[in-house]
């Protein structure tokens, strides 16, 4: 049971089926803070990777499949000092909501999950949750769109297209566009992101003049070799992504400690790497991550 709502995740069906306006009035009430602090850094932990069909950590394909685990381990990781939020699709953002896990947070909706992994259609990411519209009416801070780009699939224009007008729609509402692209190929039958420092460059060009107005957009991108000459790609505020997790989480947080001195980087946007955490112990991932963003944060 979440402290101070009386409603556990074994509630939750319950209140879905009886009493359905409790989410609508839950996003009404909702306690609400500025996107950024003082420090102007942000630790958002992302939970959309289900809805894309991406259950897997590590070598357990099926690690998300647990809707019961996966709530309990991201009402840990928002109970812990220095996390600032959670990025998620409505149906995760709606239970953390019912369990009182979203006062004072910052909440960012993922908007396109129509790419789904492994699919004949998995670079059409087409919007498939939340609206513009949506966001703002819940009081959400803002919307994430994954943008993959790949010059030899010509559906890559329609995401192209959507994203732009996705960019334009949130800015108008003074909304964060947070734009995660890629430059992304098929191999083998498989789409793989490249990750090398130029392929991230082009990407990044092409994110940043998505929409009609740039005021509200923020981009999230991978950690890769020779970040500093990456980061000089843009004057836009940046969250690094956690990626999927593998070898030493003592590696992993040291490469996040040396990109987080980079002027342009906020903060990091991380899902898998802090919530299946080898060891299985979130709240002591989550305080790394949170020390590592906000300093003595936690």
Known sequence: MTPGTGVSV????????????????GWENRCLRPLVGDDG??????ADHPARAALGVRDQPRAMASRVDLLERLVTALSRPGVDGVLGTPDVLDDLLLLGALEGKVAIGSMNRGGLQGAGFELDDRFTAYRARDLAANGLD???????IAFDDPGTVATLEASGSAVTELAELGLMAMVEPFLSERRDGRVVNLLDP????TSMHVASALGASSAHTWL?????????RVMEATTLPTLLLGGDPAGDPRDTYAAWGRALELPAVRGLVVGRALLYPPDGDVAAAVDIAARLVHGGAS
């Open 220 to 228: 999230k991108l991978p950690v890769v070799d020779d970040l500093p």
């Open 142 to 148: 803002g919307g994430k769109m994954l943008t993959r």
């Open 198 to 201: 130029d392929s991230v460059i």
């Open 41 to 46: 850094r942000l630790l958002l932990v992302a």
């Open 10 to 25: 074994a509630d939750l069906t319950e209140i879905r089926a009886r009493e359905p306006a409790r989410i609508r009035d």
